[in-house]
């Protein structure tokens, strides 16, 4: 390579990275729920006429205040309501709502007057406000926990918060909160979530770089043990890195739940790529080739190589796109760009830096080398002597593998997705245990030609679904328009707990109509349309899984088809969490078309390849064994399938066949040497083997970095990339040299 070139390669990149360098400041974070909404599905496009006509689900902010010894106490009762009022100041918030804000209607016989719930400046009263309020049910798991101990402030905050308003709330909320002095206190809300999660995609991405660096930098020293050989490949490896997000920070991309992985991606990528290349060059360099000599040798065997594993890598990431999930599509475009990037860094910048340096300064020679040699003369010799256990051994696993995936689950909770040992994850546990939850389980209300929602025989029918509801453990806060006509009900009747209930005639229904209509205040936008024909019946469900959820709703519409009147009204399932749970219909069909699509995109790159259908067959194989074995510990690990966690099969089918095509690369070159098989087979052992186990042995590695994240499918994803890919690269030095002997013992 000339110097001119050498020295405009590695100027141009160091241009390249301070450009990137501004660009990685421009990059933006984001969070939503909605980012994980199937598009496409029908019940999304129905969920968004529904909150047309309404509004979210999600458009709240709950603030829980717990106190041990029950919350019926004058002096804390004082301070949580001046909180509750004070809320209503907050930026983004619209209505602020509470217990000690609420009072009952009473009946006089000169007018309808009301009475607070709870008698603040009357602590003698506050034994009997606390025995009625936690028998009657609007309240409880609502406003105030099943054993008095915690209050609830519920905040409605505008529709669709977006990143910087939740910031601003939640930073004047936590300025507010700590002014009263409550001993304990929990959020739940989509601000809330907002503001954390993107501060652990922030973390994810910092501490995942960092420790991967670390690591990284450790491996080069074990293997090269001379300072320039160290720099040049850590200097490739974080180029590599800063060039791809300084391009995600120029093209507006905004990093989502996924990012974490990608310094994680592009180190393991980039280190895979300067390995294969150093290796090469020295290898030559000790056979005695010139300096320039040996780089174009190594461009020319390895670069073709690398760049159809890079292509391959990029193919089983891009396989992400046949995803419903945005994030999804996201990241596997993402990162197959990243896989490009990494390979052209290496490609032009890497070998113009190293073809300045001699084996000597690069690499610590002597016995290391032997090491390898002998290690890796053994594993020929292992697979030359015991071809019958290898074999058994594979069908055995196999079978196992197969039952383990017989026992994969989709019945995945947000409790899976919480950051770990975080607050904003005990506050979601808290939540769940002790009031309502976070999960929405919506139910549309449609009456037919002739009524309206508000009629009676509308009314009777939503009450009767209401209480079907409430048979269900698992669903609270039941709520609808019948609230209204409850209320009145129970308030014609002295208030009595057993009288909050739908009016036992139609001729009461319509008079407390009249009633209700002559209130200017009652404000029921949120739970009946503007026209009077569609109502809605809220709910919450808790954290109990896909799987769970979806078997009780499906169990809720077969008895709504049964036992309503259908002439009359009609009921729709729907919510935020309905459609994010639609994910798991979605998850195989997209996982398994996608890596169909991409073994067969790979299996034509082999054939243009390899020009032999016998070998395009031998590359197959060992690489579809990974994913067997991925599936199966999923079903032993008792891991559920989700949409994070489905990208696993992509990487691993997109790393994993590098290893294969480096392997058969270089036995096909011993080949056209004229080598017989089995001196063609040891010195791909021997000049490849080393460079497949060191790249494997990062990835085990680099993957396991993300053990240390707290967001759980990270871990998952970590662990099990690692183990399958330690299992691709047994598979490869095991399975491959077996299917040649056997399909092609003449070649």
Do not use: C
Not at 240 to 252: I, R
Not at 625 to 635: D, N, S, T, V
């Amino acid at each position: 390579m000339k110097s001119k070139l050498r020295i405009i390669s590695v100027a141009t990149f160091l241009v390249l990275a301070a450009i990137s360098g501004y660009y990685v400041t421009q990059l933006q974070f984001s969070f939503d729920f909605e980012q994980f909404f199937p598009e496409g599905d029908e019940d999304l496009e129905f969920f968004r006429d529904f909150v047309e006509n309404f509004e979210g689900d999600d458009n709240f902010l709950l603030v829980a205040v717990r106190r041990e010894q029950g919350v019926f106490e004058q002096d804390f009762l004082e301070r949580f309501h001046d909180f509750t009022l004070s809320t209503r100041d907050l930026p983004y918030i619209e209505e602020s709502q509470s217990l000690t804000k609420f009072s009952y209607p009473v009946r006089t016989p000169f007018a309808i007057t009301t009475v607070p719930a709870i008698h603040i400046d009357q602590p003698e009263r506050l034994p009997a406000d606390s025995a009625r309020i936690l028998s009657d049910e609007r309240f409880v798991h609502n406003l105030i926990s099943e054993d008095g101990k915690t209050l609830v402030v519920f905040l409605k905050t505008i529709p669709s918060i977006q990143l910087d308003q939740a910031r601003e709330l939640m930073a004047a909320l936590d300025e507010q909160i700590n002014t009263y002095d409550f001993e304990e206190y929990h959020y739940l809300g989509r601000p809330y979530f907002q503001k954390e999660l993107v501060d652990m995609q922030k973390r994810e991405i910092t501490v995942s770089a960092i420790i991967s660096g670390i690591l990284v930098t450790l491996i080069m020293f074990v293997i090269f043990r001379k300072p320039w050989g160290i720099f040049v490949a850590l200097v490739s490896i974080g180029l590599g890195m800063l060039l791809f997000m300084g391009l995600l920070g120029a093209t507006g991309r905004e990093l989502n739940a996924m990012a974490a992985l990608y310094p994680v991606l592009m180190i393991i990528v980039g280190t895979s790529d300067v390995i294969h290349i150093m290796s090469k060059y020295i290898d030559e360099l000790r056979k005695g080739e010139r300096q320039d000599k040996a780089i174009v040798t190594a461009i020319k065997e390895i670069g073709l190589a690398t760049l159809l594993t890079s292509i391959t890598t990029a193919i089983g990431f891009a396989s992400l796109l046949t995803s419903k999930v945005g994030p999804i599509r996201e990241f596997g475009i993402n990162a197959a760009i990243g896989v490009m990037v990494a390979y052209v860094t290496v490609i032009f910048f890497t070998t113009a830096v190293l073809s300045w340096f001699r084996a000597d300064q690069i690499i610590k020679l002597g016995k290391g080398q032997a090491f390898w040699e002998k290690s890796m003369d053994w594993a020929y010799h292992f697979t030359l002597r015991h071809p019958s256990r290898i074999a058994l051994a594979a069908v055995v696993t196999l079978g196992i593998a197969f039952w383990g995936i017989s026992r994969i689950t989709t019945n995945y909770g947000i409790i899976n997705n919480m950051p770990i040992g975080e607050k904003i994850t005990e506050d979601f546990k808290f939540f769940e245990k002790n009031l309502t939850g976070f999960r929405p389980m919506e139910f549309a209300v449609f009456a037919k030609e002739g009524y309206k929602a508000t009629d009676w025989a509308v009314m009777r029918e939503i009450a009767k679904v209401e209480n079907h509801l409430k048979e269900y453990p698992s669903v609270q806060a039941v709520a609808s328009i019948t609230a209204v006509y409850k209320s009145i009900n129970q308030m014609m009747k002295n208030n009595a707990p057993e009288a909050y209930a739908m009016p036992e005639t139609e001729a009461d229904f319509e008079r407390y109509q009249r009633m209700a209509r002559r209130v200017p205040k009652l404000n029921v936008n949120v739970l009946l349309s503007k026209d009077e024909t569609k109502a809605r019946i809220t709910s919450r469900v808790q954290d109990i899984g896909a799987d769970s959820i979806k078997a009780i709703g499906e169990d809720i519409d077969r008895w709504i088809t049964m036992n309503t009147d259908t002439s009359v009204v009609a009921f729709q399932r729907t919510g935020t969490g309905l459609i994010i749970d639609k994910n798991a219909e979605y998850v195989r069909r997209d996982l398994l078309y996608g890596l169909g699509m991409a073994i067969l995109i790979v299996s034509v790159l082999m054939a243009i390849l390899f020009q032999n259908i016998k070998m395009l067959l031998i590359s197959l194989l060992p690489n579809i064994f990974p994913l067997i074995l991925a599936g199966a510990l999923l079903g032993f690990l008792g891991i559920e399938l989700e949409a994070g966690v489905s990208i696993v099969f992509a990487v691993i089918f997109g790393i994993a066949v590098d290893d294969t095509i480096h392997f058969l690369s270089k036995y096909k070159l011993a080949k056209n040497k004229g080598l017989e098989l089995e001196p063609a087979m040891r010195i791909t052992f021997l000049e490849t083997g080393k460079a497949i186990v060191l790249t494997s042995i990062i990835l085990f590695f680099g993957f396991l970095v993300m053990l240390f994240s707290i967001h759980p499918p990270s871990v998952t994803i970590g662990l099990l990339i690692s183990l399958t890919l330690l299992s691709a690269l047994i598979s490869d030095l095991l399975l491959i040299p077996l299917l040649i002997r056997w399909i092609m013992p003449k070649s």
